[in-house]
């Protein structure tokens, strides 16, 4: 027969048994609810910066050169399309340069925007894309204490989460050759841009070339 002092061990160890039971169970909703929302969060924020990175790789290519000023709006808009539907995007100041750093929802979002544009290697535009990521269900785990602080603004029971692309950019030269010398519904090329050239030969009669150098 059970004595009664056994019986207390055993509701002893029952109790202990369900509390760390559900300690490891508090543990995993944490994982499964904060580890989902960062999955979805993280691709959120990288399919904004990829599609930022292209914009605004796309817009360096444009000849003649654009200011930083536009190249810049034209990554942020598309920043903003994917991140906020609907929101009006920000202008960016005239005048701004190679860097730009911008700052959205009370200084919870920062995006970093930086162009360069070299004479003689490729172009490049990059977007870097930081988040203060907000604790949900971890809270209750013990990372209530942990924050991110962007632009001097701390948040707490979160972390900085950040995404980050870069575009390659460059405008290939290439010749194009004019062979047609019968066909009068082909008139000559007409060019935008200066200083383009277009060079014929005998007179137009026998086509010409033209090079995309210095040219819209």
């Not at 160890?13 to 169970?25: D, F």
């Not at 790789?57 to 399309?81: F, K, V």
């Not at 001097?152 to 010398?181: E, S």
Request: with cysteine.
């Amino acid at each position: 027969m059970m004595t009664r002092n056994r019986r207390r061990k055993l509701a002893g160890q029952a109790i202990l048994i369900m509390t760390l039971s559900i300690v490891v169970l508090t543990g995993l909703l944490a994982i499964a609810v904060d580890g989902g929302m960062i999955y979805l969060d993280k691709r959120r924020l990288q399919n904004a910066s990829d599609s930022g990175a292209l914009a605004g790789g796309d817009a360096t290519e444009t000849l003649p050169l654009r200011s930083y000023t536009s190249i810049h709006q034209t990554a942020l808009t598309e920043i903003y399309h994917n991140l906020f539907p609907g929101t009006a995007v920000p202008v960016v100041p005239v005048g701004a340069t190679a860097t730009y750093t911008a700052y959205a929802l009370s200084n919870t979002y920062q995006f970093t925007l930086t162009a360069n544009i070299a004479n003689t290697t490729w172009d490049t535009y990059q977007v870097v894309i930081t988040e203060a990521h907000t604790f949900f269900a971890a809270q209750a785990i013990g990372f209530s204490s942990s924050g991110c602080t962007i632009n001097a603004t701390n948040t707490t029971n979160a972390f900085c989460l950040q995404a980050r692309a870069k575009m390659w950019a460059g405008t290939y030269p290439f010749a194009l050759i004019l062979l047609d010398d019968q066909n009068v519904q082909y008139e000559n090329l007409q060019l935008n841009g200066a200083p383009s050239k277009l060079i014929l030969h005998d007179g137009g009669a026998k086509g010409g070339a033209i090079s995309n150098e210095s040219m819209n």
